[in-house]
């Protein structure tokens, strides 16, 4: 598979719902800051040209220094640190990220400098993302086009107003959204321009929310438990299990 994919990593929120001052994806997990694990996992794909990280602006020199600076001692020599290898470091930029998660994405979208024709787009928070997942969103963007990953619900769906049971509906139909959310750079680009000119009467969550408002077709890539969202304390203590 040619290089013909690009990856951006929001990584601007502050994660208010798992509490503390440290946004959650610089929490360790398993030795590791969590947003680490799906950054190395998409740097070490031949298939990806690229990655952008768009991580709050407050934060952006942490992981500079996290990513890019060597840990040298007085006689220069280079010492086991955090820093990524240096073939690693030439792949990835870091923006900062916007005030909602599709401003961040769009800063990231905007900062890509290779001849990427794709992006996907995945949030850091969900770590455990697997190299069979990536590669069939690049296999689906290529051969049917945008698409997003998501697994099929499991338990009876209700829809409730006030507290109260309106109707259930079926679960068949219902697909729980994960990323990677991938679709054409200059697509996304395109949609971006025009939300500038015609603002959404809403706040986009993801980038197929987008995509669908715009009549863009998006097609679902099956996802998995491992590649649920960390949010909060007790998500955090499931992740902390899955990697003993």
């Not at 990524?84 to 916007?98: A, D, N, T, Y």
């Amino acid at each position: 598979m040619d290089k013909k994919f690009a990856v951006v990593l929001p990584a601007g929120g502050l994660g208010k719902r798992m509490g503390g001052n440290l946004p959650k994806q610089l929490m360790e997990l398993g030795g590791k800051p969590v947003y680490r694990y799906c950054l190395e996992t998409f740097l070490q794909m031949d298939e990806i040209a690229e990655v952008v990280m768009a991580v709050p602006a407050d934060w952006k020199s942490h992981f500079e220094k996290d990513l890019f600076e060597e840990n040298v001692d007085t006689d220069g020599n280079v010492k086991q640190g955090t820093a990524l290898s240096s073939g690693l470091r030439r792949k990835l930029k870091i923006v900062e990220g916007g005030a909602e998660r599709w401003q961040s994405v769009q800063n990231g979208v905007n900062a890509l400098e290779s001849d990427a024709e794709y992006v996907l787009v995945h949030d850091v928070a969900r770590p455990f993302i697997s190299r069979e997942i990536i590669l069939d969103v690049c296999d689906t963007l290529v051969n049917k086009g945008t698409c997003l990953v998501a697994k099929p619900a499991v338990d009876t769906i209700k829809i409730a107003a006030d507290g109260r049971v309106q109707k259930t509906i079926d679960r068949n139909t219902v697909w729980m959204a994960q990323t990677p959310q991938a679709a054409p750079v200059d697509l996304l680009k395109s949609l971006y321009k025009r939300m500038a000119s015609e603002p959404l009467d809403f706040v986009p969550t993801d980038e197929a929310s987008i995509l669908e408002y715009f009549g863009v077709p998006v097609y679902i890539v099956k996802g998995s438990s491992m590649n649920d969202k960390l949010t909060t304390p007790e998500d955090f203590e499931i992740f902390c299990n899955r990697i003993k």
